[in-house]
């Protein structure tokens, strides 16, 4: 199993808090078969299957990043981010929850601000194929 841990600007650790994004609630993991992804509070998981491809993405507005997971109204994505700088776009076959605890609101992509995102693109390349 591959552990990826979040990457924390010092601002983004006082937002996330009240949401229980820490150091200590905030990761993502890949295993032969799933990529699991933990933000605080939310969950999202997928089979490695599912995973359409991934790119590297940033800077990030301050406002739309900052705090619990947020929803693109663009596409119902979902962005975790702890930091504005640079992030891993990976993209679904099928869309997922994550946002909403009852699972009718779906995924079609995730935005996550690993701390090594170039070894997480690497890592779901390799066990995805």
């Given at each position: ?14 937002a996330g808090l009240p949401f229980g994004v820490t150091p200590a609630t905030a990761h993502v993991e ?47 994505g979902i962005t975790f981010a702890t930091n504005g700088d640079r992030g891993l776009c990976i993209r ?38």
């Amino acid at each position: 199993m591959s552990r990826f841990e979040f990457r924390f600007a010092p601002v983004y650790l006082a937002a996330g808090l009240p949401f229980g994004v820490t150091p200590a609630t905030a990761h993502v993991e890949a295993d032969e078969g799933e990529l699991r992804v933990r933000f605080g509070l939310w969950w999202l998981h997928t089979p490695l299957t599912n995973i359409a491809g991934t790119e590297v993405t940033g800077p990030f507005g301050l406002l739309r990043t900052l705090g619990p997971a947020h929803l693109s109204l663009a596409d119902n994505g979902i962005t975790f981010a702890t930091n504005g700088d640079r992030g891993l776009c990976i993209r679904l076959h099928d869309p997922v929850p994550a946002i909403e605890p009852l699972g009718r609101l779906r995924h079609p992509g995730l935005t996550v601000t690993v701390a090594d995102v170039a070894a997480l693109a690497a890592a779901l390349a390799a066990r995805a194929a």
